[in-house]
């Protein structure tokens, strides 16, 4: 491996089909995508379709990146073209749910008639990760384990267990709906869970990393963050890496997020050699602004950043997640209580409550509430007592 890979960067202001053509056009030619495609070539858009949100709170990648990456496909004579993405909390599983409704709620819909195809096929198999250590195999969607060429499509977002959500964090998507909640409750610790998404990176093994930062989410991401407009579009060969060079730019320190830690520790980070043409060498941006991961009760974020780390390398588990309903914000779809796997949301007939002993704090239902009415708030953890 060669100590450096190109990472590619356009400032696009808004998400303007010309202004998003130029930006593509420019990341894509300084990567030289086009010596990497071939006609025939099955290509397989994997956006961040966590679910059917309205484009305007900046938590799934916004159509608009993805019409632009499509069409430069087309002009470029690829011609098979699919997007897929498993939504957050078994969605698809939910009562009444359909992939045209869904596709439509997050704006989607027009890409059909740019002949790009919207998977609407949850199957999926078994794909060997011969270098894994947390898992032999992963289970990924037919529609992404059969792809020739998969392009990988982020939105720049914070999250609030994993603290950032770039390239690596957005391929947990290429497994199926309904097993992502176990994989939440079998790596409790954030250092296992981060260990298992660096492995399925590393089996999925994306060609290409496009992120759409246009507008971003920081603070209590993935759903109920902030926007922000940050103005760029992102592109690399090299996701682990990637995602590295991107936490340096916003001012994320790499102590304290587990996914780059072990990405580094595995020896798969690589120093960038940034080509642009808009962004400048010395240009710096605006630190991102991190979830309250690090904020419990009262004590300092230091302390707090300090007792995850002692209490991962003890591999102990010292602080939980836990979901809140805000019963006012609520709009009483029900779509929480429906894809909560561990059966701990009730309906009392004038609110939902959480029962915390039942409570797997795989955060799913925070993932599917687009009415962004759950909040999660960091705890220490409770001794349970023995029964
Ligand atoms: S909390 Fe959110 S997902 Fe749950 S019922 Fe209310 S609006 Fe729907
Ligand atoms: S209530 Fe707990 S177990 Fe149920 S979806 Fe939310 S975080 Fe997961």
Redesign the pocket.
Known sequence: MTTTYLQAIEKASSYDAAELKKGIDALFRTLQIEKDLRPGMRVLLKPNLLGDYNTYFSVTTNPAVVAAVADWLSAHGITDVTVADSPGGSACRMPGFNFADFYENAGYSFLAQRGVRLNTDSGWRSVPAPKGCVLKDYNILNVIADADYIINMPKLKTHNKTVISFGVKNLFGCVPDIQKPAFHARYPRIADFANMLVELAMTVKPALTVIDAVEIMEHNGPVAGEKRQLGMLFAAKDVFSQDAFLAQLLGVDEEKTDLLRIARGKGLVRAAQVMSGTFKPNETVAPLKLPDIFTVNSLPEKVVSLLHMAADKAGELLFTQTPC?NNKA????????HSCPAGAIADNGSS?EIDTRKCIHCLC?SE??T?R??RIKTEIKKRRKPT
């Open positions: 309903i609520c709009a009483r779809c029900l779509r929480c209580l939902l239902c599917v509430c009415h009415a759950i």
